[in-house]
């Protein structure tokens, strides 16, 4: 027997032997009682010992009640053969107990009487009077197997909902950054080749190195949805290395993120896009470049990020071109990630000049 399966089943005997040591008591308290109302003050420990053991049957046969409901349900898919099966159960296990308890009424006489009656007598007297008792205990041990293995079934249902849940999320975020990646290779080689046609070959080296270092960085946090703010940062330094090389002097970019937010939990590659946005539809566009601010900071009991450019503002159809595209991207994951607990949202910076707003639940690493 394997180690979990072992430990299920001491469990299991452990909940029978004190369901049936508490139904003993209360039974062998009820007797006591009688007992006195009779006027007998001697003998209680001998009849409660007595009855306490006479439930002793009960307690050995509820495996097997357990086993019978479970093959021979009663309310679903219940048959004529399972109804007899539970019937017989029922009985062989009356006759079983009673005779147990004639037997040590016989042997123990708890109730002190001068003249015991005989072991016929005793056995049927109790049948009578205990038949009751009988087919009540019998459909409590059903009723509570079907409780407890309904409440399992539920337990299991939701733990494999789940366990759904996370791998779709995981699948979707995964098919989320592969549409990501190639967008950024196609700008990247396209930067590349426009430094080689300007002659700038130390710089194309250079923004081949560092896009080589950038995608190697990606391919080993690729299986982690969540990464560190001080990872994500450093991750956005690299492609920040990379387009500096590209863009020279027309090119400033801060980041100002607090030292104490940097253990917070967020998105892989969020930055990133961002910055790229910026960049392509903000400091690209003009031929003085611009500047692009990175910022972080708590609000509210949240984590909130920000990407500032001073570039002129998206166009009307902004949502149906690349711009559009990357945040909606973006959207999707913080979605599949925090639900509403997440949001994104652009709004234009004064007169020139827009910004793109993340904010995210404090998760700390």
């Known amino acids: ?148 293995d309904s409440r399992d079934r539920l ?65 080993e946090d690729s299986h982690r949805p969540q990464v560190t703010l001080a990872e994500e940062v450093e991750y956005l330094q690299r492609y920040i290395d990379i387009q500096k090389v590209r863009f020279g002097e027309r090119l400033g970019i801060s980041v100002d993120v607090p030292p104490d937010l940097l253990d917070v939990q967020v998105p892989s590659l969020l930055l990133q896009p961002l910055v790229e946005n910026a960049i392509k539809h903000g400091v690209a566009k003009r031929v003085a470049g611009g500047a692009v601010r990175v910022a972080g900071a708590r609000r509210e009991g949240a984590l909130c990020l920000s990407v500032y450019n001073d570039g002129p503002g998206f166009p009307p159809d902004w949502e149906t071109n690349g711009a559009g595209i990357g945040l909606a991207n973006l959207r999707r994951r913080l979605q599949i990630l925090h639900g509403e607990a997440a949001d994104l949202s652009m709004t234009r910076a004064g007169e020139r000049g827009v910004e793109v707003r993340v904010t995210l639940p404090l998760a700390e690493a």
């Open 1 to 148: 027997m394997t180690g979990p399966v072992a430990g299920a089943s001491a469990i299991r005997g452990r909940w029978i032997a004190a369901f049936w040591c508490a139904a003993a008591l209360f039974e062998a308290s009820q007797s006591i009682f009688m007992l006195h109302s009779e006027g007998k003050h001697q003998g209680e420990l001998r009849l409660l010992a007595t009855e306490f053991v006479t439930w002793l049957p009960w307690a050995l046969a509820t495996p097997l009640v357990i086993g019978l409901a479970r093959r021979y349900p009663i309310l679903r898919g219940g048959t004529a053969r399972g109804a007899a099966t539970h019937l017989f159960a029922l009985v062989a296990i009356s006759l079983t107990a009673e005779a147990w308890s004639a037997a040590l009424q016989m042997l123990f006489n708890p109730w002190g009487h001068r003249r015991p009656p005989t072991f016929w007598d005793t056995w049927t007297t109790t049948l009578i009077y205990q038949a009751l008792n009988c087919l009540a205990a019998y459909a409590l041990i059903l009723t509570i197997t079907y409780l407890v």
């Open 155 to 219: 337990t299991r249902q939701a733990t494999e909902a789940a366990r759904l849940n996370e791998e779709l999320s995981k699948a979707q975020l995964a098919a989320l950054r592969r549409q990501m990646e190639p967008h950024f290779m196609f700008n990247a080689l396209n930067s590349i080749a426009g430094l080689v046609r300007d002659n700038r070959n130390d710089a194309a080296v250079s923004m081949v190195v560092g896009l080589s270092e950038f995608l190697r960085r990606a391919t």
